[in-house]
């Protein structure tokens, strides 16, 4: 199945009646070179070439570290069914930066947020609670992922309630982190082979 644009449009159509706009979350991949986010919205069945085999069922997760970790900043998609299952706050890596996501590393101790598509894998209970090991699959951004321990799981300082005191989430050591509230769903939903793509505007990945 051609997994990319030409689902996330549909699914774009229904975002745009709840305010949100997908294609601030999301590159499209064109004839080997990326477009910036918001561009050729109109172009169906643009896919990434890693995008190429997943699972007729396959979910796919878009983080869009552009935006501040105040607001929600992670999709996941149900491509089968064209369908938004969760729009939740995610927090960075305290190597990544405060409120706004600036930097952004592949490097073993960086403790920062690496971008590009991931593969998801294995469950397991760690330090973390229960969590979601991932695989990068961009060389030179984020194919250090497992040896890193860079993974999806709950924390408490992911809670948007932090917001109103501090002004900004927690920060990670570089995993995707969660509120402990919806943690387990999201991860259940996203284990065992499914997609997920962290983005920013960063000079350094689209080139």
Known sequence: MHVG?????????FLRENTYRIRYAAPVWVKGEWLRPGQHLD????????MRE????AKLAVIAYSRPSTEKRLWVFD???DALLFNEH???GSGT?????????NEDGSHATSLGLF???ETYQGGNGYSLRMDGLDPGFNDRARSRAIVMHGAWYANPELIRTQGRL??????????EQVAKVVIDTLKQRQLLFSYADDAAFLQ
């Open 79 to 81: 491509l089968a069914h």
């Open 43 to 50: 172009l169906i069945g643009a896919y990434r070439p890693d």
């Open 119 to 121: 593969r998801t894998a």
């Open 170 to 179: 927690g920060r990670s050591q570089g995993c995707p982190a969660l509120r």
């Open 90 to 92: 995610v927090a960075h």
């Open 5 to 13: 644009l030409r689902t996330i449009l549909h699914v774009h159509g």
């Open 54 to 57: 997943v699972d007729d069922e």
């Open 97 to 105: 930066g405060d409120n706004i996501a600036k930097r952004f590393s």
